[in-house]
């Protein structure tokens, strides 16, 4: 048996989707969510097979889910219009179906997953998530997730990001949070006129440095205005130099 | 730009008045004791040129405008221009009244007195054509940035019709595909309801001007079709005052204030959420405030007047010429937008 969750914030568009799945007698629906918090939870406690995820839903959207679930299931994405989103899909293995979308083609995306699920879909997710992190949502917040919680943090409560090990440490005034992603994928997405990479394992909000001060031989030191204090490699300091225009 | 020579009725309204000055002055010569056939030829030969001199000033004027407040340079030009016609006359028209002696001595005793009311002449139409094409150019001026401010409103009909459309059209019609096989009779009212929703918003220009009530049936359709979308987690409620049905709205104002409430409202919340909208009618105004909740924690309200706001409140500065028709306060939570429009 074939389990499978449907999350997105419209009922009727569920309810398209449940309809469609009546011909599937192997794929049953285990649950039905209404946004991303409930998608977490219900993937983390079911483990489904697949899921139907809606990319614009209330708080987080179906990327920024995604990015909380350790082990994500395969996907097949639904979304009425998003060019950001149809610009990630475009060259990816993973399907989407726009919405309002005909049996037919349903029936095509529940077909490619069947052919394709031996293969390992996860690459494709991760690559699809790397891209779609381009969208204008994502440069101004970053969501986590604390043990059960998430919390979504605007870019500017963000202090400065430290590089540790596989993760990203994310320093705010109320503590640091880890987030699976890389360095360079922060520096891409972030705003590059607030925050600069300024060392191999720092990026640093512009808008909190109180002073920078000299540190051993061409390094620096950037103080922030909450005491903090986050190394500046010599590239680091040419490449704020040039934002800050001094 | 219209030379104000460019009409028959003025062209021949300028050679009518040339030739009765003309002939005034030759009559009044006459009067003198001069005679009749000497100073008819000359003061129309000297008329003839000045008025012809005039033609030059008014066209050059038309293409070397002088700059504001160059009256030295102005009189200048006039001065040696007029300089000019008198001594075409001394050398040109002279020798044609040479044989009346007393003629002729007059002529030369006056070259003066010529000299300066031809300079007065010149000075005047240089003034008033100057004048002409000032308030020509300030007509074309003037047409220009009217249809400047057309063009921006159009394109922010424009925009404000492209931000709406895509994503709730096409999820409205996914709700449709659903409702279709479940509830028919639902999907054909909704049908219907979207069809009515689109009509409003594509009929435009023609109607810069609506009634209130117009507008809130509009807002109404709308509103009811993202609740078939969104179920139980829309409420709508619509506190009209009766007595500002009939106030007048630009067309289509209502609408992104709306759809912003809404998509702050259901996208910044998981819980079910109340849009509330109030009409009132004071002092010459339509007062209308839109309420939303949202989440301090995540969203800024100080990020500004934020999405599709801002096309509404340029589009009532250009309505209106008054920035402050448009605020926004937050009060527990609650985001309000509110909207002023004078009443005349």
Redesign the interface.
């Known amino acids: 048996m074939i389990r499978t969750i449907i999350i997105d914030d419209e009922p009727l568009a569920r309810e398209i989707i449940k309809e469609y799945l009546q011909s599937y007698s192997n794929i049953t629906v285990v649950e039905e969510c209404n946004d991303g918090f409930e998608g977490v939870k219900a993937i983390m406690q079911h483990h489904p097979d697949l899921i139907f995820l809606d990319i614009q839903m209330p708080k987080i959207n179906g990327f920024e889910m995604l990015e909380l679930v350790e082990q994500p299931p395969a996907v097949i994405f639904t979304t009425a219009f998003d060019e950001f989103a149809i610009k990630a899909f475009e060259n990816n293995a993973v399907d989407y179906l726009l919405k309002p979308f005909s049996q037919e083609r349903f029936d095509k995306a529940i077909r490619k997953w069947l052919d394709t699920r031996d293969a390992g879909n996860e690459k494709s997710t991760q690559a699809l998530l790397e891209q779609a992190g381009e969208s204008p949502v994502q440069s101004q917040r970053i969501v986590v997730k604390t043990g059960s919680k998430i919390r979504i943090i605007p870019a500017n409560d963000i202090l400065y990001l430290e590089a540790a090990d596989d993760y990203v440490k994310i320093h705010t005034s109320e503590g640091a949070f880890l987030k699976n992603k890389t360095m360079s994928y922060f520096e891409k997405t972030l705003d590059p006129q607030q925050f600069v990479r300024t060392h191999r394992s720092y990026i640093v909000n512009i808008q909190l440095i109180h002073r920078i001060d000299p540190y051993e031989k061409e390094n620096y030191l950037a103080v922030l205005t909450t005491g903090a204090q986050v190394p500046v490699s010599k590239s680091g300091y040419t490449r704020l130099k040039t934002v800050l225009g001094i | 730009m219209r030379s104000p020579l460019a009409t028959i009725k003025n062209k021949l309204l300028f050679i009518a008045c040339w030739l009765a000055w003309a002939l005034l002055f030759a009559w009044l010569l006459h009067n003198w004791g001069y005679n009749w056939q000497a100073s008819l030829v000359d003061m129309l030969a000297s008329n003839a040129l000045l008025a012809i001199t005039s033609l030059f000033l008014i066209n050059s004027l038309r293409y070397y405008r002088p700059g504001k407040g160059k009256y030295l340079y102005v009189l200048t030009v006039c001065a040696g221009i007029t300089a000019l016609w008198n001594s075409v006359i001394y050398f040109g028209v002279r020798p044609f009244v040479e044989y009346d002696v007393e003629y002729y001595q007059f002529m030369v005793k006056s070259m003066w007195v010529r000299y300066f009311i031809a300079l007065l002449v010149t000075g005047c139409i240089t003034l008033m054509s100057e004048l002409w094409y000032a308030m020509e150019e300030q007509k074309e001026t003037e047409i220009r940035r009217a249809e400047a401010e057309k063009l921006a409103r159009d394109a922010e009909l424009y925009n404000l019709r492209r931000q709406l459309q895509?994503?709730f059209l096409?999820?409205s019609?996914?709700?449709?595909?659903?409702?279709v096989?479940?509830r028919p009779e639902e999907a054909r009212k909704m049908i219907q309801q979207l069809s009515d929703f689109l009509r409003g918003t594509l009929k435009k220009e023609e109607n810069q001007w609506t009634s209130l009530s117009e507008e809130l049936d509009h807002v109404q359709l709308y509103l009811d079709i993202e609740k078939?979308?969104?179920?139980y987690?829309l409420h709508t409620e619509i506190v009209a005052d009766d007595a500002a049905g009939n106030c007048r709205i630009p067309h289509m104002l209502l609408q992104p204030v709306v759809e912003n409430a809404i998509k702050f409202g259901?996208?910044?919340?998981?819980e079910p959420v109340t849009i509330r909208l109030t009409t009132k009618l004071e002092d010459n105004h339509l007062s209308i405030s839109v309420q939303n909740p949202f989440?301090p924690?995540?969203t800024?309200p100080r990020r500004g007047t934020g999405f599709g706001l801002s096309s509404v409140q340029r589009r009532l500065y250009l309505l209106f010429s008054q920035s402050d028709l448009l605020e926004t306060t937050t009060v527990n939570n609650q985001f309000i937008t509110t909207i002023k429009i004078p009443q005349l």
Do not use: E, W
């Open positions: 895509p994503h096409f999820n019609l996914n709700s449709i595909s659903a409702l096989h479940s078939v979308r969104f179920g987690r259901l996208y910044d919340t998981t989440d924690r995540t800024s």
